[in-house]
């Protein structure tokens, strides 16, 4: 079984995280992106920047194919178009604008420590 499973990542078109060792670091890190989204706003109590980013999610990922595994869930269908996003694929940057919106409230809210622009100032 395990093995089955294993063959269906590396299958293509079924993950873009296992295209490449770079693919699986970025859908790895649309994850951790998403986790601190989540638990941040979750936290804070604020619901309406919540909602908005998880109904804007829930949205774009029936109107948005990216992948067959992106499309067994929310989280994954986060990881793989963050993984689309970042490694210059798809028509758009959906995805990465309204995670860098988010962040820039949660900024002003005093719950992120910086932006995504100040972000990739600081580890370019």
């Known amino acids: 079984e395990l093995n089955a ?4 990542v590396y299958k293509p078109g079924w993950s ?11 859908h790895e890190y649309g994850h951790a992106m998403n986790s601190g989204i989540q638990h941040r ?5 604020l619901d ?3 909602n908005e980013f998880f109904d804007t999610i829930r949205k774009w990922s029936q ?3 990216v992948s067959d595994y992106g499309a067994t869930n929310h989280s994954e269908w986060i990881a793989e178009k963050f993984t689309q996003e970042m490694i210059g ?3 758009n940057k959906n995805l990465t604008s309204l995670m860098k919106k988010m962040l820039v409230e949660m900024r002003k ?3 992120a420590q910086m932006t995504w622009d100040e972000f990739y100032d600081a580890y370019p």
């Not at 499973?5 to 269906?8: F, L, P, Q, T, W």
């Open 63 to 65: 109107e948005i194919h």
């Open 16 to 26: 873009l995280a296992g295209e490449s060792a770079e693919n699986l670091f970025m």
């Open 5 to 8: 499973e294993r063959a269906k």
């Open 109 to 111: 809210e005093g719950i």
């Open 48 to 50: 309406d920047l919540s």
């Open 89 to 91: 694929a798809g028509e």
């Open 41 to 45: 706003l979750a936290r804070a109590g």
